[in-house]
């Protein structure tokens, strides 16, 4: 089963660098430096759209590489930071109160194609019968959340594609899923899965705060 854990960008680095040069992918970092971050950087301020890293895919036997790339999209995380307040990290909203809860639904969006190289990365290697345009149709999508060590996956309410139609052949698609969450904190974790038709594992993204 593949897994790209350690390969996928952690959040809150990609915060600090949103300071510096827009959205860009850089290699991850360990999040247990927040804190050393913090003191370095100063606040970081979130908007609507949150990238969350790149991954990359080695098709076989055709040898075609392809990328991934993921965000996740809520109204409510626009306006929001992360900050150091008492030698702890803090999560605080629009009007600076700390964040109690986080949203109740979180749409996440994904590229996957082989137009565009996103990082730079060994690409996992894959084996699969299929060619590029019916692997990059069959991709599916599922949530992990994590509160301390309680785990439980969720299936999204809804997944749709944009740009090219899925009856138009494409080298690339861009997915959109949202998923309905019960009540989560900032300190709970929430894990994006890629996985294909056949529940390989592809890929994995985390959204974390805290």
């Known amino acids: 089963m593949l897994d790209s854990e350690n390969r996928c960008l952690a959040v809150p680095l990609q915060l600090s660098l949103m300071l510096l040069i827009c959205a860009a992918i850089v290699p991850v970092a360990a999040q247990s430096n927040h804190t050393a971050m913090l003191v370095d950087s100063g606040t970081w301020h979130l908007h609507s759209r949150i990238p969350l890293g790149s991954d990359a895919l080695q098709l076989r036997p055709s040898h075609q590489t392809v990328h991934l790339l993921a965000s996740a999209e809520a109204p409510e995380f626009e306006g929001w930071s992360l900050t150091q307040r008492e030698k702890r990290i803090a999560l605080l909203d629009r ?34 019968s299929k060619g590029l345009n019916d ?23 809804k997944t749709w594609m944009i740009g090219v139609p899925a009856d138009e052949e494409s080298d690339e698609r861009i997915y959109r899923s949202t998923f309905a969450l019960e009540d989560l904190r900032p300190e709970d974790r929430i894990v994006l899965l890629i996985t294909d038709g056949t529940g390989t594992r592809l890929s994995k993204f985390h959204l974390e705060f805290l």
């Open 95 to 128: 009007s600076g109160k700390p964040v109690s809860t986080l949203p109740k639904s979180i749409t996440f969006r994904i590229t996957v194609g082989t137009r565009d190289k996103f990082a730079d990365v060994e690409p996992l290697p894959l084996e699969t």
């Open 135 to 157: 692997f990059l149709l069959d991709l599916h999508f599922s949530v992990q959340v994590f509160h301390g060590m309680d785990m439980h996956e969720l299936k999204p309410l």
